[in-house]
Structure formats: C-alpha cells, structure tokens
C-alpha cells in the first residue's frame, strides 16, 4: 500500500467529516436522477440522449448546493444516489482525497 506524505500530514482529509466540515465533495460529482424524488426542474439537466442529471454550473458545483454554506438547498428532494452517498464513507473520504 503506497502512502501518500501529503494525506498523513492534511487535517483536512484526515479529520472526521461531520456536516461542519464536509467540503460538498460530493457535489461536484455527476448525479444521474434515476428515480422521481421531486428534484426541482431547474436543477435538472437532460443530455442528448434524454437522461436526467443534476444540473451543475460552470463552476463545476451542483446547481442545488447553496455556494456560502455548501448546504443542499433540495435536501429533502434530493436525487436516490445524493441519499446513498454516506458522509465518511470510503467514496466520500476518496473525493475529499482528489478534491481538497
């Protein structure tokens, strides 16, 4: 296993994540909406072939994260695969890894 001096040494991705320190990762990911959960139309993007996916602005961000508290603004509409995604998870700390 290779470890990385940086990872060691970074507070930021060793830390646990909590809600006060999570850095929305996450949310820079592309998010299929595979499922109706009430994602607002405005926030959902259709490709040429006519799937949904979460819109994300220029800046890469989903368009739903609110950009001061890095808070989704459609929580409770939130896409199925935004609700599977576990805080801390290996996924999650992975994206903290490429991302912070």
């Known amino acids: 296993m290779n470890i990385d001096v940086k990872d060691i040494s970074d507070p930021v991705i060793n830390s646990e994540v909590t809600c006060s320190n999570c850095q929305a990762c996450c949310c820079r990911l592309e998010?299929?909406?595979?499922?109706?959960?009430?994602?607002?139309?405005?926030?959902?993007?259709?490709?040429?072939?006519?799937?949904?996916?979460?819109?994300?602005?220029d800046d890469g961000w989903c368009s739903a994260v609110d950009r001061d508290t890095?808070?989704?603004t459609i929580y409770e509409n939130r896409p199925w695969i935004?609700?599977?995604?576990?805080?801390g998870s290996y996924e999650?700390?992975?994206?903290?890894k490429e991302l912070l």
């Open 92 to 96: 999650c700390i992975s994206e903290r």
């Open 31 to 57: 998010v299929m909406i595979v499922t109706d959960t009430g994602v607002p139309d405005e926030h959902i993007s259709i490709d040429e072939y006519g799937a949904e996916t979460m819109l994300r602005l």
């Open 70 to 72: 890095l808070m989704c």
């Open 82 to 87: 935004c609700r599977l995604f576990e805080m």
